[in-house]
Every structure is written in structure tokens, then in C-alpha cells.
């Protein structure tokens, strides 16, 4: 089994920077996607950034340039360090884990970010 915890959400002004953290815990799979990914109220979840364990990277196109993914293969900890941050930020985000060999996937239980005066 596997542990996905998210951790850093928060309320932040507009403009404004926050840095969240993943770390998943268990039986962790060599080859591996970590991502975020965020729920605002009453949409559909989306993805924010994707990782590989090779350092591929994947962005929306809503945050690339203030969004930044890294990861820490050694501690199995994915990190998403955001800028420039915007009200339509705030949601609800998910730290994901996924199996690139089997697909199976792990959710944590979600961090919320506010962005707001």
C-alpha cells in the first residue's frame, strides 16, 4: 500500500507565493509519476503539474511560468512551489502518485490554497 500526504496550503494575497509538499510513503514503485492536481468549487479536478521520476515535466497552461514541480526521488516527496499566485488559484489540491508500469494511482487527501485580499 501506499501513503500520499500533502502538506504547506494556505491563505495568500494576490500576487503572492506558496510552496506545497508531497510525500509518499509505502510500497513506492522505481518508476513513477508524481503530480498535482486541483479541485475548485463545483469544477471538475484538473491538473496542475506532473513529474516523472527522470525529471519529465508536464504544466497546464494556466501556470506555466509561476508554477514550478520538483521532486526528491530520495525521499519520494514531490514539491509545488507557486507564484505570482491568482484568486482563480484557489482550490483544493491533490498530490498523485502513479505506477507508470502498472497505472495504478494513489491520491492524498488534498490541501486547500486561498488566494485573496
Known amino acids: 500500500q501506499v501513503q500520499v500526504v500533502e502538506s504547506g496550503g494556505g491563505l495568500v494575497q494576490p500576487g503572492g507565493s506558496l510552496r506545497l509538499s508531497c510525500a509518499a510513503s509505502g510500497r513506492i514503485f522505481s518508476i513513477n509519476l508524481m503530480g498535482w492536481y486541483r479541485q475548485a468549487p463545483g469544477k471538475q479536478r484538473e491538473l496542475v503539474a506532473t513529474?516523472?521520476?527522470?525529471?519529465?515535466?508536464n504544466y497546464a497552461d494556466s501556470v506555466k511560468g509561476r508554477f514550478t514541480i520538483s521532486r526528491d526521488n530520495a525521499k519520494n516527496t514531490a514539491y509545488l512551489q507557486m507564484s505570482s499566485l491568482k484568486p482563480e488559484d484557489t482550490a483544493v489540491y491533490y498530490c498523485?502518485?502513479?505506477?507508470?508500469?502498472?497505472?495504478?494511482?494513489?491520491w492524498g487527501q488534498g490541501t486547500q490554497v486561498t488566494v485573496s485580499s
Open positions: 498523485n502518485i502513479k505506477n507508470l508500469i502498472s497505472g495504478s494511482m494513489y
Open positions: 513529474m516523472t521520476n527522470g525529471g519529465i515535466t
